[in-house]
């Protein structure tokens, strides 16, 4: 441990040496960054004497940007007789915006020690449960991210809890799908996603068992690190020392865990600065709460500085989404540029949203905007589906749902690596604890991991072996794919435990989707991009089509008249803010003839043909 601390306190020194050789003057920095033309809102927070402060931007607003020169500016006047700056976003994008842009200024230089440019996972990764983590649990063992379950961890009694079922059923859950969380302060347990989110009692000896085997998952590494600073707080002092200041990009996308972080390197006498929106806050399922941003600024006494000029939205579009979030400081980049471009809302009366791609189409060739600079943005994956065709497999239950799941990703959503690793786990879970994965886990780049790779490659590469959901009849497509999955074990080299038939069933079809097609896509495919809202979270796109369920926009409408701050609502924020030039919102049909005049008085302009 003291040569861990030595070490850390030399490489601090040594950064107090290293600035010294840097040449680019003050002044020149400052000329280089406002010959960028930033903003008066953006000049106050750059050059801010303050060493902490929230700056809450608006969405388009060029808070990433603002980010980025705020590091350089600070860096380059570091005051500090030791440590570096820190500068932490959520996204590998936001990190190669942030390189970029202190590269452009010729200051290459402040991306290395003692500086630290990169995302929250690698920082608690490098600084602290890389060099540290190990002592939570008392081994040698240096702790990584968990790659899954290895043969033999299934059956681990050590790596299992157990949670009530229906009946006296009792479900074993691995500890790899246990999720550490707080209830007020009380620390809480529950299950994964794929186990519904379901609370846990005395779940922390296995996780705790999955840490001594020198693994933790990426819902559970913060945790540890903030096991591990608070009870050894010497190391949060020294990395408050190492990083006296520390920038936080999209802030308001921070789960309890890295605010508990933030919080004891702040008592140690780090200075934070979080840049975010907290009406952008729409990761509510990773523990992320829209109050965490409101709530520190407080707690911490510290000024608040705005962005509000979007520098992606028109005035028109800014003007209506305004009234959605009620964030009335938020302002448009300009002038639409003719009569079309604004925000129209559409009555949808079709379960393909027919009416509003209709509508988008022809709006686009209105506002003269390029329909391969457009997107359908939706609330769910629900939407989407329904965009592309009518689905039945997702009645299909287990290793089935699966499969059709896997050839969904392939032909819809042009996903080979996502289809890859659902066949990939898939097989894994039908021939169990075969020697061959704990071979493939222990090299996996060996001539036999590699051509397990290859072979589940062109299985689902090849449309004759993962069928399409949309050939033939439900029946006819779990038949084939009984026999090709069968095919592939044997390629592979491994056996199943049980017979296929046992896994690959109709369980969950109605005898009439049995005789139909698994999926029906829509004739003719609408040529435009589709993703949800979180795919898109942080683009611009120069027209969006905005697609929801009643219930959803229902939701909204409650939310904007009581003046709560629900996801729903900053769900569809985000979602019309991504749009530079048109916006389109498709509202069902029983919406729209209920609210219709709501959305007028808002700003938004009814789409007819």
Not at 294 to 321: D, G, M, T, Y
Not at 373 to 384: M, Y
Not at 486 to 498: F, N, R, T
Request: proline content about 5%; overall charge positive; some cysteine.
């Amino acid at each position: 441990m003291r040569s861990q601390l030595t070490s850390a306190g030399h490489l601090c020194a040594w950064a107090s040496s290293a600035r010294s050789c840097v040449t680019t003057s003050t002044d020149q920095l400052r000329d280089l960054i406002l010959a960028q033309n930033p903003t008066e809102q953006q000049k106050d927070a750059i050059f801010a004497e303050e060493q902490e402060f929230l700056l809450r931007a608006a969405p388009g607003s060029g808070k990433t940007w603002t980010s980025c020169r705020r590091f350089i500016w600070r860096a380059a006047n570091w005051h500090y007789p030791v440590g570096g700056l820190a500068l932490l976003s959520f996204t590998n994008a936001a990190i190669r915006e942030f390189k970029a842009a202190t590269i452009d200024v010729e200051r290459r230089d402040l991306l290395s020690d003692p500086n630290h440019v990169g995302t929250f996972d690698s920082f608690v990764e490098r600084y602290i449960l890389g060099p540290f983590g190990h002592l939570v649990v008392g081994t040698n063992r240096r702790p990584g991210l968990f790659p899954g379950p290895r043969p033999g961890d299934r059956n681990n009694k050590n790596l299992q809890v157990w949670m009530d079922g229906n009946g006296n059923r009792k479900i074993r859950i691995p500890a790899w799908e246990v999720v550490p969380y707080l209830q007020g302060s009380a620390l809480c347990f529950k299950t994964s996603h794929a186990f519904g989110s379901r609370p846990l009692v005395d779940a922390y000896r296995p996780i705790h068992e999955l840490l001594s085997l020198g693994f933790y998952t990426h819902a559970q590494r913060v945790f540890w690190a903030c096991q591990l600073l608070f009870k050894r707080p010497h190391i949060a002092e020294l990395l408050a020392k190492r990083f006296p200041e520390i920038i936080v990009d999209e802030a308001q996308d921070s789960n309890a865990w890295l605010l508990v972080l933030l919080n004891l390197l702040r008592d140690r006498g780090a200075r934070i600065t979080l840049v975010g929106d907290p009406d952008q806050c729409i990761y509510e399922f990773s523990m992320a709460d829209a109050t965490s941003l409101p709530n520190l600024r407080e707690k911490w006494s510290i000024p608040e500085k705005p962005l509000s000029q979007s520098f992606r939205c028109n005035n028109h579009i800014a003007a209506a989404v305004r009234n959605v979030v009620g964030n009335t400081f938020f302002t448009g980049a300009g002038s639409g540029g003719n009569e079309w471009r604004r925000a129209f809302v559409v009555s949808e009366t079709s379960k393909t949203y027919s009416d509003g791609v209709a509508a988008l189409k022809d709006l686009v060739d209105r506002a003269r905007v390029d329909m391969n600079s457009a997107a359908v943005v939706c609330r769910a994956h629900g939407q989407l589906e329904s965009l592309r065709g009518r689905v039945n497999y997702t009645n299909l239950k287990g290793k089935t749902k699966e499969l059709a799941t896997a050839a969904f990703l392939r032909d819809y959503r042009y996903d080979y690596r996502g289809a890859c690793r659902s066949i990939e786990g898939i097989v894994r879970d039908i021939t169990g604890d075969d020697p061959l994965w704990e071979r493939i886990d222990a090299d996996p780049k060996s001539p036999e991991s590699r051509a397990v790779e290859l072979a589940i490659w062109k299985f689902v590469k090849d449309p004759d072996r993962l069928v399409r959901v949309s050939q033939g009849v439900g029946n006819a497509w779990i038949m084939s794919m009984r026999a090709q999955l069968g095919k592939l074990i044997d390629e592979i080299g491994v056996q199943s435990a049980v017979k296929l038939g046992h896994h690959i069933k109709a369980t969950g079809l109605s005898p009439e989707q049995k005789e139909l097609p698994l999926f029906e896509s829509v004739d003719p495919f609408p040529a435009v991009r589709q993703d949800t809202i979180h795919q898109v979270k942080g683009e611009s796109i120069d027209a969006v089509l905005v697609i929801g369920s009643a219930k959803f926009w229902n939701s909204v409408m409650a939310a904007v008249r009581s003046g709560e701050n629900t996801e729903d609502r900053r769900l569809a924020y985000v979602a019309m803010t991504r749009a530079r030039h048109l916006l389109v919102v498709a509202l069902p049909q029983s919406h729209f003839d209920k609210h219709r005049q709501a959305w007028v008085d808002w700003g938004f302009e009814v789409a007819t043909r």
